[in-house]
């Protein structure tokens, strides 16, 4: 378990400090976050009840706390490229490790940064790492320069062995522009 975290941690501070050129004039965001995450499993066990003579397929959710730290590379007004690393607290821990592209938004006459992203996941939980999409958005609001509370939201599925989990996070945090 400690060699994946070690892999997992190497692959988010490369991937984060990889994604800009050298010469690029860009500013970097760091921070944390902390939430709601809720996962539901469809697609389970289909049984026979013979009370009602129909078959029925389970299915499952579970909800916990999400908790992560974030890294972004602002490229210009409007793009960015982001990486994550969040830990779950439903059944077996899961752990994502989450990269996006993010388009920002302009807003007339306001300081609120709202944002769209998408992008990809690696989920590590009860055997083995699976491959996630992820959409959402939010919006940062300044509560002091170059230091931001975010409200995010982030849903897509998770293709993981014999079954697809849809996956949703609803966070806030702290993010600081270096």
Not at 53 to 74: D, P
Not at 133 to 145: C, E, M, S, V
Not at 147 to 155: N, S
Request: charged share 10%.
């Amino acid at each position: 378990m400690k060699k994946i975290l070690t892999v997992v941690l190497c692959m988010f501070v490369v991937g984060t400090f990889a994604t800009m050129d050298a010469h690029a004039q860009a500013s970097w965001v760091v921070g944390g976050r902390l939430g709601i995450s809720i996962a539901s499993v469809g697609g389970g066990s289909t049984t026979y009840n013979p009370q009602t003579f129909q078959f029925e397929t389970s299915s499952a959710t579970s909800a916990g706390l999400q908790i992560g730290f974030t890294g972004e590379a602002i490229l210009s007004k409007v793009y960015g490229i982001s990486s994550e690393f969040n830990i779950n607290t439903q059944g077996g821990t899961p752990i994502e490790w989450a990269n996006s592209f993010k388009y920002y938004f302009a807003i007339r006459g306001s300081k609120i940064k709202a944002y769209g992203d998408g992008g990809f996941s690696l989920w590590f939980f009860s055997g083995g790492p699976y491959f996630g999409l992820r959409f959402g958005g939010g919006a940062l609001f300044p509560i002091a320069p170059k230091l931001y509370i975010p409200a995010d939201l982030q849903l897509g599925p998770i293709f993981s062995s014999g079954s697809t989990v849809f996956y949703i996070a609803i966070t806030s945090g702290i993010r600081y522009e270096i």
